[in-house]
């Protein structure tokens, strides 16, 4: 009996380590059903657990053990509505034994849940967080949004192109099938990707700031040009 129990707990630790370790998942969906809050101005600008500062206009999420950095699907299994955040702080620590998700207020708006406060909603992880190699060289996207439809994601790429050439659609398989990301970038600088966050935001995009190695980077992802070769800073300038 202690035999068996020490192999379990044996079995469970080395499952966190490989998610803490960004070297695999002991589930390809990881998956958790729980209750979901938000957070908004009350916390705007606050130092979160990745160093960064809280904006509740921001595509985010906090989670109490999904490592920095994870990318997770939302659901309000109501209606259906989903959305995919990136996990960069710490939380829920109220009612914890039923939360298990405290979203930005434009993620808990993009589901339906703002007026209500809480909701059940189904937690999907839909990629971890990658770790670069010894000397590997970082770069940097602003993800615009995620779509099931490939018509929806193509119309926001359109829209987005016209103003920043390195716009692209990356598609990738989910629990559901495959959805699409709209991105732009990767920049050499996070310089860089902020000013076209603050712009995309200004035009009313929900975006996040994503910070990848080298060899994460999309296949469908424009070649990363140096910073001064670059035309988003340029295009980030206009009004």
């Not at 068996?4 to 998610?19: D, E, K, S, Y």
């Not at 860089?192 to 712009?199: F, G, H, L, S, T």
């Amino acid at each position: 009996m202690h035999k068996t129990r020490r192999r379990f707990i044996m079995f469970v630790a080395g499952v966190l380590f490989m998610l803490v370790s960004g070297q695999g998942q002991a589930d390809p969906w990881y998956v958790e059903h729980g209750d979901a809050s938000w957070d908004g101005k009350q916390f705007q600008g606050r130092k979160t657990a990745d160093g960064d500062r809280f904006s509740q206009h921001d595509m985010t999420a906090a989670h109490r053990t999904l490592p920095l950095g994870t990318k997770v699907m939302v659901e309000n299994p109501e209606t259906g509505k989903q959305v995919e955040v990136k996990i960069n702080d710490r939380g829920p620590y109220a009612q914890t034994k039923r939360r298990i998700i405290d979203l930005s207020r434009a993620a808990a708006d993009s589901i339906g849940m703002v007026q209500v406060g809480t909701k059940r909603v189904r937690v999907v992880m839909t990629e971890t967080a990658h770790k670069p190699g010894p000397a590997e060289e970082t770069f940097y996207e602003v993800q615009v949004g995620a779509f099931v439809e490939s018509d929806e994601a193509n119309k926001v790429l359109e829209v987005v192109h016209e103003r920043f050439s390195e716009a692209y659609i990356a598609p990738r398989d989910g629990p559901e099938g495959e959805y699409y990301r709209v991105r732009v970038g990767p920049f050499a600088t996070e310089d860089e990707a902020r000013q076209v966050a603050k712009v995309l935001q200004r035009q009313g995009y929900r975006i996040f700031l994503d910070e990848i190695p080298a060899h994460a980077v999309p296949p469908q992802a424009p070649h990363p040009r140096p910073e001064k070769a670059s035309t988003a800073k340029q295009q980030a300038k206009k009004p």
